[in-house]
């Protein structure tokens, strides 16, 4: 019994022994006919956000250099480096006591400038008119004197034709007096040379007269009326030329202070000099007073940020334009990234794009481009992009690498497939397609791509399987089952 019972346990085995090896036969064939699985992802439509990767380098607004406003003396200096400024914060301090020496000397000047003006212009008026009275005077004694010279050589011609008129008549008895003198003579020749008494007579008769003639004109010379003037005439005469006299030294001192005025009295270009200087004396007190106020208010932040550079000390003098703090201003936050010759003719001004940094991510999009490329740590020829972070409240760490999507292009409703499925070659793009369980190499033309996916111009139709695994030349033709 106990071998009959050994033999039934050993066949057993080889019976339990010959199924195992049946399945796993029977499992070897059925693996052989059945093909392997492989991924793959149906083509569809949806839509395409082409873009450009990159990885970038954080920035902001350039550091600014804050300078001294005013010349003077800093009596504090409120800040130290790397710390942080809110947009109005005093940064410094300055000493007033030289700013309001400034305006008081400055009010000074403009007084001493403005007093000199008024004086100017005073004195000037006062020998403007001294010189119109002077110019309306003597035109007046002008008139009146050429008035007196005309009365006058009025009565000096009359006089004159009046001494004229008494020597004419002085001559003329002269000459008969001359005459009846030679007829005298010749009378009393014949009266001495009578021999009758009618001779006698007659001669001594003509003797009588001649002699009475001569008397008569004697008389007449003697008794003529010398006066080239009348008493009235000669009265009027000295009149006029005392006049003549007191108008001509009238004329005389208005001839005087006229050119006396002229001499005083200051140009317009002068007096628009003494203008301009108080006018410059304003500005300068204007500015004084403005550098007082700019002062007294001391010097402010003007943007939010971090004191990268403290340049100065309290006590230091220093000097309007004069650089005193260094600020990185907490503002105008960007990625800056090198992008290839390959892609920058898709990049444009104003394209949206997301800038990841760590866990986070920011809206931005494409502020400039650079003209000039510039040669990366591969020595390669790249275009600088800088992609600006749209959330005001941003405040990413300067100096940090960020992960930058440009997206260049986006279509809607085209055909796409992953990535993941697209290879390119010499010949250009292609993938592997699952057409009836078999692995089939298919040429397509792609368009745009990002995010994952690819636009897929020609070569694919809607629904085809491409592979989504990588696949070798040698598995090409062969069979397979979608996963």
């Given at each position: ?97 030289s700013f309001e020496e400034s305006v008081e000397s ?73 005459m009846l003198t030679s007829q005298l003579s010749s ?297």
């Amino acid at each position: 019994m106990k071998k009959i019972k050994e033999l039934f346990e050993k066949r057993k085995k080889l019976f339990i022994t010959l199924c195992i090896a049946a399945v796993c036969v029977i499992g070897i064939c059925i693996y052989m006919l059945i093909p392997d699985s492989i991924a793959v992802e149906s083509v569809s439509k949806g839509n395409v956000r082409a873009c450009v990767a990159e990885v970038g380098t954080i920035s902001a607004d350039d550091a600014i250099t804050v300078y001294s406003p005013v010349s003077g003396k800093l009596s504090d200096v409120l800040f130290n480096n790397d710390e942080a400024v809110v947009k109005g914060d005093v940064l410094a301090t300055y000493d007033l006591t030289s700013f309001e020496e400034s305006v008081e000397s400055a009010q000074i000047n403009k007084k001493y400038y403005q007093d000199g003006y008024n004086a100017a212009v005073s004195k000037n008026n006062e020998y403007k008119e001294m010189l119109n009275v002077a110019q309306v005077e003597g035109e007046a004694n002008k008139y009146i004197y050429a008035g007196l010279l005309e009365s006058r050589d009025t009565l000096e011609i009359n006089k004159e034709a009046r001494s004229q008129e008494i020597q004419y008549k002085i001559n003329q008895l002269e000459a008969q007096l001359v005459m009846l003198t030679s007829q005298l003579s010749s009378a009393q020749v014949e009266l001495e040379g009578a021999e009758t008494d009618e001779a006698k007579a007659n001669a001594s008769g003509k003797v009588s007269s001649i002699t009475s003639q001569i008397a008569s004109n004697r008389q007449a010379l003697m008794s003529m009326d010398t006066r080239t003037m009348t008493m009235e005439e000669y009265t009027v005469y000295l009149e006029v030329l005392r006049h003549l006299d007191l108008i001509d030294r009238f004329w005389s001192q208005n001839t005087e202070a006229a050119n006396i005025a002229k001499q005083a009295i200051v140009s317009d270009s002068q007096i628009a000099q003494y203008s301009d200087s108080i006018e410059l004396a304003k500005l300068q007190e204007n500015q004084a007073s403005r550098d007082l106020e700019i002062a007294t208010g001391g010097l402010q932040a003007s943007y939010d940020g971090t004191i990268l550079q403290r340049l100065v000390d309290p006590g230091s003098i220093v000097t309007a334009g004069e650089p005193l703090f260094v600020i990185q201003p907490s503002s105008g936050y960007k990625a800056n990234v090198m992008v290839s010759r390959f892609d920058i003719g898709k990049v444009a001004i104003g394209q949206k794009a997301e800038i990841v940094i760590g866990d986070t991510t920011y809206e931005g999009e494409v502020s400039s481009i650079s003209p000039v490329a510039q040669t990366d740590a591969s020595n390669k020829p790249k275009v600088k992009v800088c992609v600006s972070i749209n959330d005001d409240s941003a405040k990413p760490t300067i100096g940090l690498e960020a992960d930058v999507k440009i997206y260049t292009e986006e279509k809607a409703d085209v055909l796409t497939v992953t990535d993941k499925a697209v290879y390119t070659d010499d010949k250009g793009s292609y993938v592997y397609a699952l057409e009836d369980g078999v692995i089939t190499r298919k040429d397509v033309t792609c368009g745009a791509s990002g995010d994952g996916k690819v636009e897929i111009i020609e070569g694919l139709s809607e629904n085809q399987q491409v592979i989504t695994e990588p696949v070798t030349v040698d598995e090409i033709g062969s069979r397979r089952v979608a996963k």
